[in-house]
């Protein structure tokens, strides 16, 4: 049986793919901000919790992405699956201490790090995986380098599409890097969890008017990515459509637009 990190793994789809995954006979580490809803999502899984263990960590920032590989790597000595599914829906330009707005710094550039570091254990794996949640992309997109890396002046809806997008050329970097490794993206679809708690208020009126007609479980949620964890391979592939694992493309990536994105990680991160 493997191990499984999950980054945002103390609640909503990335706990129910946690779940999953420990009823298959996997071992996970749940990666969360909150320790007290960690220490709640231990509780409900049952007799799976002496399989599972929860660290809080922040994973918005450099200092904290470091300090969570750290402690993982004090308690696996392999690695066969990462999920990036920790996100929050911040669209106003808050910025963190390495001067970056939250929502890049956690639903981007901390995925690349996170993972890079974390990287040795992954390969020491068989079937290595890493899988990262984004929204619905029904192709890969075109990205406007303009605002990367550091998005002085955050627009949430005019970044989000190419933000979503580099994280599919990042997935296919790792595939064609590391060829052992297996690496993809998944939309989860609508689902009523707590990224929502920093949305503007309209949103949050519309989750609450619509959500009950149209959300979907995050059972549903996490369907594809479960299957991705367990059997993937290959070259990189995006699932479009939440809960059907045969719907999707693969990841094109332009090489040059590819090498400044991961160029400028680098010199954020330092590895």
């Known amino acids: 049986m493997g191990t499984f990190v999950i980054a945002g793994g103390n609640g909503g789809i990335g706990l129910e793919v946690g779940r999953e995954l420990l009823g298959a006979g996997h071992r996970v580490i749940l990666l969360g901000r909150e320790n007290q809803k960690g220490e709640a999502a231990l509780a409900s899984l049952g007799a799976a919790r002496e399989r599972a263990e929860f660290l809080s960590v922040d994973l918005s920032t450099h200092d904290g992405v470091r300090d969570a590989a750290r402690r993982i790597d004090e308690r696996t000595d392999r690695i066969d699956g990462l ?3 920790a996100a929050v829906f911040e669209t106003r330009n808050v910025r963190t201490k390495d001067d970056l707005p939250l929502f890049v710094g956690l639903s981007y550039v901390g995925r690349y790090h996170l993972t890079q570091l974390l990287m040795p254990k992954l390969l020491l794996a068989d079937n290595p995986r890493v899988m990262m949640f984004v929204a619905t992309l029904n192709e890969t997109p075109k990205i406007d380098l303009a605002p990367f890396p550091r998005f002085r002046d955050f627009n949430f809806l005019k970044s989000v599409v190419s933000l979503n997008g580099a994280c599919l050329y990042y997935a296919n970097y790792l595939t064609t890097t590391y060829p052992k490794l297996f690496a993809g993206c998944a939309t989860p679809g609508f689902v ?13 009126a519309y989750v609450a008017v619509v959500g009950p007609f149209t959300a979907i479980s995050a059972q549903k ?3 594809n990515v479960v299957q991705a964890l367990r059997r993937a391979k290959g070259p990189a592939f995006n699932w479009n459509k939440p809960g059907d694992f045969e719907s999707g493309f693969e990841i094109q990536a332009d090489p040059a637009v590819q090498k400044v994105l991961i160029d400028q990680l680098h010199e954020l991160t330092g590895v």
Do not use: C, D, V
């Open 192 to 204: 009523r969890t707590g990224i929502f708690r920093n949305a503007p208020w309209y949103i949050k």
């Open 83 to 85: 999920l990036h599914s």
């Open 221 to 223: 949620a996490a369907h």
